[in-house]
């Protein structure tokens, strides 16, 4: 079971990176992101001309990150993730696009083109609950 902090902290936020890499080496990119609860997974949009678009149709393989930026060391709060990248299908394409478009409208004025992250590994920092402590999640499947 997923701890509700780690839920809470991507809902809250809505930027992540997201880390591919091949044989042309490791590569990263920011994008917007609604989250699936339900899914445990990450929807984003991003163009499959792009460098990371088209390595995610070689290595669907991919880490990412999620953070809140502060100066303030007690305050330091991320997630690092790894996860399956896919182009959602059926009904998870349907629920992927209702959801970023409830939590980005003005996405509606554009071209845009849903990947889904299913969540596999979590790790959350969270220096409020102690310096360096780590929530972890990993899929049992």
């Given at each position: 079971m997923i701890d509700k902090r780690i839920k809470r902290f991507f809902r809250k936020h809505h930027v992540l990176t997201i880390a591919t890499s091949t044989d042309a080496g490791?590569?990263?990119?920011?994008c917007f992101y609604v989250y699936l609860e339900e899914?445990?997974?990450?929807v984003f949009t991003t163009d499959p001309d792009t460098r990371h678009g088209r390595e995610f149709l070689i290595n669907k393989l991919v880490a990412g990150s999620v953070?809140?930026?502060?100066?303030?060391?007690?305050?330091?709060?991320?997630?690092?993730?790894?996860?399956?990248v896919?182009?959602?299908?059926?009904?998870?394409?349907?629920s992927a696009r209702e959801a970023y478009l409830?939590?980005?409208?003005?996405?509606?004025l554009m071209d845009t083109h849903l990947w889904v992250v299913k969540l596999t590994y979590i790790k959350m920092t969270d220096n409020r609950l102690g310096f360096g402590k780590k929530?972890?999640?990993e899929n049992s499947k």
């Amino acid at each position: 079971m997923i701890d509700k902090r780690i839920k809470r902290f991507f809902r809250k936020h809505h930027v992540l990176t997201i880390a591919t890499s091949t044989d042309a080496g490791p590569w990263c990119a920011n994008c917007f992101y609604v989250y699936l609860e339900e899914e445990n997974a990450l929807v984003f949009t991003t163009d499959p001309d792009t460098r990371h678009g088209r390595e995610f149709l070689i290595n669907k393989l991919v880490a990412g990150s999620v953070v809140l930026e502060t100066n303030v060391i007690g305050k330091i709060r991320g997630i690092q993730f790894l996860g399956i990248v896919s182009e959602p299908e059926g009904e998870l394409a349907s629920s992927a696009r209702e959801a970023y478009l409830r939590r980005f409208p003005v996405a509606m004025l554009m071209d845009t083109h849903l990947w889904v992250v299913k969540l596999t590994y979590i790790k959350m920092t969270d220096n409020r609950l102690g310096f360096g402590k780590k929530l972890i999640w990993e899929n049992s499947k």
